[in-house]
């Protein structure tokens, strides 16, 4: 069994540097969206940057959706007391949108079209890294191996893409530049000794 490595203050789980991965919209459809029983993770200051976004967001929603924001608002507690984004009917996210079968964010849509300053929450940005508070000040990522994304576990070993160079954007926003540099040469000189000695 690899062993967890640390990079600062963050416990990084060793398959996030050994997998492959690489969304597959055009083959999963963001089943992400819609599957699971709960909404994404989000702070309290996600959630205010998210409350700044509604009104651009609001016409696009739908009206399931928009009912839901009204009766609770863009965020509840789950089960185990954590804050995560409001879903319609058990399922799909408030910000999910159908568009040529496929599931989309509408946050992100109208970051993208430079409509407003929040992308989307950090939880959705890292999938399938799932971060996880430790004690004394620690921070944990694991990485989560769900079915609906083989097409991405697929890619990935097409393009020999691993986690955590997928995720290298989202993981600089989290962590900073810094962090993600020292996390790649971790990840390389430990990618070294488990491939071990090439052929010269």
């Known amino acids: 069994m690899l062993p967890i490595i640390q990079v600062g203050d963050v416990l990084?789980?060793?398959?996030?540097?050994?997998?492959?991965?690489?969304?597959?919209?055009?083959?999963?459809?963001?089943?992400?969206?819609?599957?699971?029983?709960?909404?994404?993770?989000?702070?309290?200051?996600?959630?205010?940057?998210?409350?700044?976004?509604?009104?651009?967001?609001?016409?696009?929603?739908?009206?399931?959706?928009?009912?839901?924001?009204?009766?609770?608002?863009?965020?509840?507690?789950?089960?185990?007391?954590?804050?995560?984004?409001?879903?319609?009917?058990?399922?799909?996210?408030v910000f999910t949108c159908h568009e040529g079968g496929c599931c989309l964010c509408l946050l992100e849509k109208a970051y993208r079209a430079g409509l407003t300053e929040f992308c989307k929450p950090v939880s959705c940005a890292l999938y399938p890294i799932r971060e996880k508070r430790l004690g004394s000040g620690l921070v944990g990522l694991n990485y989560h191996k769900w079915s609906v994304c083989a097409p991405a576990r697929s890619k990935g070993a097409e393009l020999g893409l691993r986690v955590y160079e997928f995720l290298k954007e989202p993981l600089v926003r989290r962590f900073g530049q810094a962090w993600y540099d020292e996390l790649a040469a971790v990840a390389a000189e430990l990618r070294k000794r488990w491939d071990g000695p090439q052929p010269a």
């Not at 940057?49 to 009204?70: H, K």
């Open 12 to 93: 990084v789980s060793p398959d996030i540097i050994t997998e492959t991965f690489c969304c597959d919209l055009d083959a999963c459809k963001g089943a992400c969206c819609v599957e699971g029983e709960a909404g994404a993770p989000v702070d309290l200051d996600e959630i205010a940057a998210i409350e700044d976004s509604l009104d651009t967001v609001w016409p696009q929603m739908s009206a399931g959706a928009q009912a839901v924001v009204d009766r609770q608002g863009v965020a509840y507690g789950d089960p185990e007391g954590d804050l995560v984004t409001s879903i319609v009917d058990g399922r799909d996210c």
